[in-house]
C-alpha cells in the first residue's frame, strides 16, 4: 500500500532539518530540447536552482546533514570530496550561512588535472566560503577517506571543538536521501499541477543518494514511473547494488518496509567513460545542447553527463513520449575544466 504525502512527512519530522533550498524548485519545459530530440515532452526539475552558493541538489540533502548537527550542538562541519565537489561547496556555504566552522578534505580522484581544475569553479569558492582545507591523496578509497575525517575530528576535538562528520562511505545512513524524499513529494505535486504523465525520469546517479531518495519517494507515494540512474561515477552493474542497498537503508531510517523493488532500480552508464569527472564527446555536446537550445548551464561531471543519456535515451523514445530531467546543479565545475568544454 503506498503512502500518503502527509504519512511521509510525518515520518520525516521525525528528523531533525534546517531549511536552506528554494521551495519548489521549477519543472520547466524545454521545447526546443524536446524537437531536438523528437520527444513528446520534455521537462526539467531545476534543483540546479536550489538557492544557496550557486544551488544543486545537495542543498536539499545538506538540510538533514546540517539539522542533525545543529541538534548535536556541533559547531564544524567535516566533509570529504573530490578536488571540484559541489557537496563539499555547498557544505562550506551552509555552514558559513548557519555560523559553523568548515574543514573539507579534498580527494584526487581525477587523474592529470591541471591548474584551472584546482584553483577555479568549487575551489575557488570553497576558499571564499573560509572553508580548511585537508586533502586526501586517493580518489577510489571511500572507507580510507571516511577515516581520515575521523582523524582530523579526532585533532578537532583536541582543540575544543565540536565537529559534525557528514561522512562519504555507504556503510553510513543515507540521511542525504531524505532531501530527495522531499524532493519526490514536490514532483508530484507539481506532475498533478501541470497535469503531467511522464514516462520516464532521469536522474545523475553517483554516492545514489539523490537517485535512491527520489526512486523511494516516488514509489513510496505510489508512482511507477521508470526512473532511470545515470552513472556518473561507476558502472551500471556496481551501481545497481548500491542503490538497491541505498532503498533498504533508507527504508530502516525511516522504520518502514520498502516500496521499492529489484525492477525499479534502472541505471545506464553510457556517458561514463572514460571516467569520474572526465570529459567525453557526448558530455561536451549535451552540455552545447542544453546552452544552444534552451540557455541551460550543465556542468562536465554530473549535469552534462547525465544530459548525454537522456539524449541518447529520448531520441529512442518518440513523439508520444514525456521525460522529465532532473537538472542537479553542478555549474561551478564547469569553469574548472575552462576551454575543454568549447
Ligand atoms: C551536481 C551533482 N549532481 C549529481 C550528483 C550525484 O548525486 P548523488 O551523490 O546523490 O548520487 C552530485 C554529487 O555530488 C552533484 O554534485
Avoid: W
Amino acid at each position: 500500500m503506498s503512502a500518503t504525502t502527509s504519512q511521509l512527512h510525518q515520518r520525516l519530522e521525525a528528523f531533525p532539518r534546517t531549511r536552506l533550498c528554494t521551495p519548489h524548485t521549477p519543472l520547466e519545459d524545454m521545447p526546443r530540447l524536446a524537437i531536438l530530440t523528437g520527444v513528446g515532452r520534455l521537462l526539467i526539475k531545476r534543483d540546479d536552482c536550489t538557492g544557496l552558493a550557486m544551488g544543486g541538489s545537495k542543498v536539499r540533502q545538506l538540510e538533514f546533514y546540517l539539522g542533525e548537527a545543529l541538534a548535536q550542538h556541533c559547531d564544524t562541519i567535516l566533509i570529504t570530496g573530490a578536488v571540484q565537489s559541489n557537496f563539499v561547496r555547498l557544505a562550506a556555504a551552509a555552514a558559513a550561512k548557519l555560523g559553523l566552522a568548515c574543514h573539507i578534505q579534498l580527494e584526487e580522484r581525477v587523474a592529470d588535472v591541471d591548474d584551472l581544475y584546482r584553483t577555479s569553479g568549487n575551489v575557488l569558492l570553497d576558499q571564499l566560503l573560509g572553508a580548511v582545507i585537508h586533502t586526501y591523496p586517493r580518489g577510489e578509497d571511500e572507507a580510507g577517506a571516511d577515516a581520515n575525517l575521523d582523524l582530523i575530528a579526532s585533532s578537532l576535538r583536541g582543540e575544543g571543538r565540536s565537529p559534525y562528520i557528514i561522512p562519504l562511505s555507504p556503510a553510513h545512513k543515507p540521511l542525504g536521501a531524505l532531501g530527495y524524499i522531499v524532493a519526490a513529494m514536490e514532483l508530484v505535486a507539481q506532475f498533478q499541477e501541470m497535469n503531467v504523465t511522464p514516462d520516464e525520469i532521469i536522474v545523475p546517479s553517483g554516492s545514489g543518494n539523490t537517485h535512491a531518495g527520489l526512486l523511494f519517494g516516488l514509489r513510496a507515494l505510489g508512482v511507477t514511473t521508470p526512473v532511470v540512474g545515470a552513472c556518473v561515477r561507476r558502472s551500471a552493474p556496481e551501481q545497481t547494488g548500491r542503490i538497491a542497498d541505498r532503498c533498504d537503508q533508507i527504508a530502516a531510517l525511516l522504520e518502514m518496509s520498502s516500496p521499492v523493488c529489484a525492477e525499479d532500480v534502472l541505471l545506464v552508464d553510457d556517458a561514463l567513460a572514460p571516467g569520474y569527472g572526465l570529459l567525453n564527446e557526448p558530455t561536451r555536446a549535451a552540455i552545447h545542447a542544453g546552452a544552444s537550445q534552451e540557455g541551460l548551464i550543465l556542468d562536465p561531471v554530473y549535469s552534462g553527463k547525465a544530459m548525454a543519456s537522456f539524449l541518447n535515451r529520448a531520441k529512442e523514445q518518440g513523439p508520444e513520449a514525456n521525460l522529465v530531467f532532473i537538472h542537479t546543479g553542478g555549474t561551478p565545475a564547469l569553469f574548472a575544466y575552462g576551454k575543454r568544454v568549447l
